[in-house]
């Protein structure tokens, strides 16, 4: 079946026994919409769209997949840009939308178990009930399910503080294509008892094992939170405040950049009042005891000023702080206004490359003749370029579009850096992986990937496929 040929009606038939005929769509009006996911230029038609209850239910579905060797992509919200969702040889997309309760929280072991379909805010709403939180925030977190997180490893505003999705995965419950279910990890900080799959499955973008559970670890909510930003004329200048923040014993909740382009856009959409002529901007904020984020930010008031910061604003309270967050949350949808069409990447670098990073960025948009706008998470080096167009029907601006994205991916990896931080490599940016991880490696990625998907069924054309 992996050719293309439709699923036989047979299998049809079994398919609506495992999960009720209400949960197999086969209308094309209904297909149609998981023709593609938040990634724009890329599509792929499924064949069928099934929606399996529990971990027993898709488990059967991926061993009758298997036996007739139809490809089964696992979706979660489609919310990722990396087009890890997309079904490039049509068969079976597997929903997890059904799969949405939270099984546990458990107080006095700072941890929460979900099922993979929970949106990561309603997890964090779970925990928030019993004054726990849990740290990674990707910016689609109010839609985005906790099963896509731990697929893509997401990342988020407050990467560089408290790490990623990989730091807080405890335990998984994963569907293996054989129909077999694993149990990898569990509920322990500690446990080195044989390989970590659990690391291993995190990230690995469905190709593996189709997730149905999680177990991930929380920690007490701080009791303070503050945000601030800087201005600068350059992003040089604010790349040596990141250094100088850190250098002074700060390692910051957030710290994210935009470049002037982004400002002038955010402005211009939300009409925060931000200083117009400023080159960049820094945000930075920080939580925890009151005494420890007020010496904080007298140290990165400091650390900005001695790097020739223009201005340094803090906000008065909760509500202002939230005012200034969203001069970075609403970036991506203030450059949208200024085009059809935007293409957002990912890339990362090492933090001191970040400023020589975006004026490559720079250099190759206007090589390549488009507009291209800078932002992301100065902390942790990692970068967001987004190119708007005019129109998703202009084919010589996306064709400049894609080859200058291909020499900031190569770029990246010349400063040594990689083709993404935290969206995934998916089918957007698998042209690119062998160069970041040499012949070797993606060799053992298939021998990996054979080991779990013998018959090659999971997300065929991603990753190790």
């Not at 997401?154 to 730091?167: D, E």
């Not at 400091?302 to 008065?316: L, R, S, Y």
């Not at 909760?318 to 085009?339: H, Q």
Request: glycine residues 12%; proline residues 5%; charged residues 20%.
């Amino acid at each position: 079946m992996l050719d293309g040929i439709r699923i036989p009606q047979p299998v049809l038939a079994e398919l609506r026994a495992i999960v009720g005929p209400e949960h197999l769509r086969l209308a094309d009006g209904e297909l149609a919409v998981y023709a593609r996911d938040a990634t724009p230029l890329i599509q792929g038609m499924p064949d069928a769209v099934i929606a399996p209850a529990d971990t027993e239910q898709v488990a059967r579905i991926l061993q009758l997949a298997t036996k007739h060797r139809i490809p089964v992509v696992p979706r979660g919200a489609g919310s990722n840009l990396c087009a890890g969702t997309v079904p490039l040889t049509g068969g079976i997309v597997l929903s997890t939308v059904r799969m949405n309760r939270v099984l546990e929280v458990a107080q006095q072991e700072m941890l929460v178990r979900a099922q993979t379909g929970v949106t990561t805010q309603a997890l964090n709403d779970a925990a928030a009930a019993h004054g726990l939180f849990y740290p990674p925030d990707p910016g689609s977190q109010t839609v985005s399910t906790i099963g896509g997180n731990v697929a893509t490893c997401a990342g988020g505003l407050r990467g560089l503080k408290y790490g990623v999705t990989r730091n807080y995965v405890l335990g998984l419950t994963v569907a293996l294509p054989t129909g077999e279910i694993v149990r990898t990890g569990g509920r322990l900080w500690k446990d080195v008892a044989g390989y970590d799959l659990t690391r291993l499955i995190t990230g690995s973008e469905g190709t593996l094992g189709v997730i149905t559970e999680v177990t991930v670890a929380l920690l007490p909510d701080p009791s303070t939170s503050r945000t601030g930003l800087a201005y600068f004329d350059t992003l040089t200048q604010a790349g040596r405040a990141v250094a100088g923040i850190l250098a002074a014993g700060v390692i910051p909740a957030t710290l994210e950049f935009l470049d002037r382009k982004c400002m002038d856009a955010v402005e211009q959409y939300a009409h925060l009042g931000l200083h117009s002529g400023a080159g960049a901007l820094l945000l930075f904020g920080d939580d925890g005891d009151e005494a420890v984020v007020a010496r904080s930010f007298e140290r990165i008031a400091a650390a900005c000023a001695d790097c020739g910061a223009i201005t340094v604003e803090t906000a008065g309270d909760a509500t202002e702080s939230e005012a200034l967050l969203t001069a970075r949350r609403c970036t991506l949808p203030a450059l949208s206004r200024l085009g059809s069409l935007t293409i957002l990447e990912d890339a990362s670098v090492p933090r001191p490359r970040l400023a020589e990073m975006v004026a490559r960025i720079d250099e190759i948009a206007a090589r390549h003749q488009v507009t291209m706008a800078t932002f992301g998470h100065a902390g942790d080096g990692n970068l967001h370029p987004t190119c708007v167009l005019g129109s998703a029907e202009d084919t010589e601006g996306i064709a400049r579009a894609e080859s200058a994205f291909a020499d900031i991916f190569r770029t990246a990896i010349e400063l040594g850096g990689t083709i993404t931080g935290e969206h995934g490599v998916g089918a957007a940016k698998l042209p690119y992986l062998e160069e970041r991880l040499g012949s070797e490696q993606m060799a053992l990625l298939r021998r990996i990937k054979t080991a779990f998907d013998p018959a090659g069924i999971l997300n065929p054309g991603k990753l190790g496929s």
